[in-house]
């Protein structure tokens, strides 16, 4: 059972950085592809990067690209969303997810694990 804990969220100004970690458990980490996900409050949970089992691979939503990076560890099975130049309008729930395999794609249902969420705010 895949078990993933999100950490390093929290309150910074428009301009500012933040790096989120999601700790996975329970698992042999590398059969996994991870995704992070956020969710504004009254809106859908939208995409926001995705990483391959090794790392070689990686994409994001158009809204972030050139301003977050998504990396792992897989020797400390964990994944980070680096997060520069922050706006407003990224203040949300940010939730890391896994996939059984070696990538998966940009649709909450690929991916059957999630953590509980981390919450991000940026203050204008």
């Known amino acids: 059972q895949v078990q993933l804990v999100e950490s390093g969220g929290g309150l910074v100004q428009a301009g500012g950085s933040l790096r989120l970690s999601c700790a996975a458990s329970?698992?042999?980490?590398?059969?996994?592809?991870v995704g992070w996900f956020r969710q504004a409050p009254g809106k859908e949970r939208e995409f926001v990067a995705a990483?391959?089992?090794?790392?070689?691979?990686?994409y994001y939503a158009d809204s972030v690209k050139g301003r977050f990076t998504i990396s792992r560890d897989n020797a400390k099975n964990t994944v980070y969303l680096q997060m520069n130049s922050l706006k407003p309008e990224d203040t949300a729930v940010y939730f890391c997810?896994?996939?059984?395999?070696?990538?998966?794609?940009?649709?909450?249902?690929?991916?059957?694990?999630w953590g509980q969420g981390t919450q991000v705010t940026v203050s204008s």
């Open positions: 997810a896994a996939a059984l395999g070696t990538l998966a794609g940009q649709s909450r249902y690929d991916y059957g694990y």
């Open positions: 990483i391959s089992w090794n790392g070689g691979t990686t």
């Open positions: 329970g698992v042999t980490f590398t059969t996994y592809a």
